[in-house]
């Protein structure tokens, strides 16, 4: 099937940042919301945009700087938080309640926006795919290092890096590999990735590490109060899975967490039908089921 959006809509933000958003599928299908994580955009989440537009109204957006939403000077979670409630009361009617689902820094966008009241009136369940709270630098394994001071600031130099990242090599898609994605990635899918990364531009990639680096929403996750699932690669090094198994435990309405074995940190395209399904499970339980009442 086709994959053109049924139509492209901007949302405007608390501080008019005028954020790019996509729906495709059925006006009156069940409603799906991603948000895509830090140096990626809407392309991300092509694999789920295929299957559930077929059967589900699927809302995307290009967080700010990413993407087609243009940068802006503030980056903040505080920001994050209110781009969500943009998109969310720019793609949903009064009282409508859509399964969640984010990515790395889309998930914190949704741990960020947790208590907010259009959060609190849209959000059915929510799944949070290979994400963390707090403590991002500290914990990431990218550099082989043992855990402590030097392995945490070293890693902070590398993933704040000003540096361009520059053409899509064979050394650029080694480097993105090893550092996002499990050792047994298709090519096609570590190109993929490489070329969605590779399209952010330095000062926002940078200016996002700087905010990533600070990050402390351990309070937020008591907030998030619907049923939230979440998804980590056991091979991830962005985000271990030590962070899935706190936020898990700290969840008011806990669905556990499913590891997926050897995977690295870009699990909606190197597991697409696993996130898929546990979307569509999701919303099958948890919206459908609501509405049948």
Avoid: N
Avoid at 140 to 152: C, D, K
Avoid at 224 to 245: F, W, Y
């Amino acid at each position: 099937m086709s994959t053109s959006p049924a139509r492209e809509l901007t949302a405007v933000s608390a501080d008019g940042t005028r954020l790019h958003v996509e729906v495709y599928g059925p006006e009156d299908a069940p409603p799906v919301v991603l948000a895509h994580g830090w140096t990626c955009s809407t392309a991300f989440w092509a694999a789920q945009i295929g299957d559930l537009a077929a059967d589900h109204r699927v809302v995307v957006y290009d967080q700010r700087g990413h993407g087609r939403t243009p940068p802006s000077p503030v980056c903040s979670t505080d920001a994050l938080a209110d781009d969500l409630e943009a998109v969310l009361a720019a793609t949903l009617g009064p009282g409508e309640r859509a399964v969640i689902a984010g990515h790395s820094m889309g998930a914190m966008t949704v741990l960020a926006a947790a208590a907010r009241p259009r959060m609190r009136e849209h959000a059915a369940a929510v799944l949070l795919c290979s994400t963390g709270a707090s403590r991002l630098v500290a914990e990431s394994t990218v550099l082989p290092l043992r855990p402590g001071r030097l392995r945490t600031w070293l890693t902070g130099r590398v993933l704040g890096s000003r540096a361009p990242l520059g053409p899509v090599t064979p050394v650029a898609k080694s480097i993105l590999k090893y550092a996002t994605m499990g050792a047994a990635s298709a090519p096609h899918l570590v190109e993929t990735c490489a070329r969605i990364v590779h399209a952010c531009p330095r000062r926002v990639r940078h200016a996002w590490s700087r905010v990533l680096s600070a990050l402390d929403l351990d309070h937020a996750v008591g907030e998030l109060r619907v049923p939230t699932a979440v998804v980590v690669g056991t091979g991830d090094r962005l985000t271990p899975p030590v962070h899935a198994h706190r936020i898990a435990a700290a969840l008011p309405h806990s669905l556990g967490v499913t590891e997926l074995p050897g995977l690295g940190h870009m699990t909606p395209v190197e597991a697409p039908e696993v996130v898929t399904g546990r979307i569509r499970e999701l919303v099958r339980t948890y919206t459908q089921s609501k509405e049948g009442a």
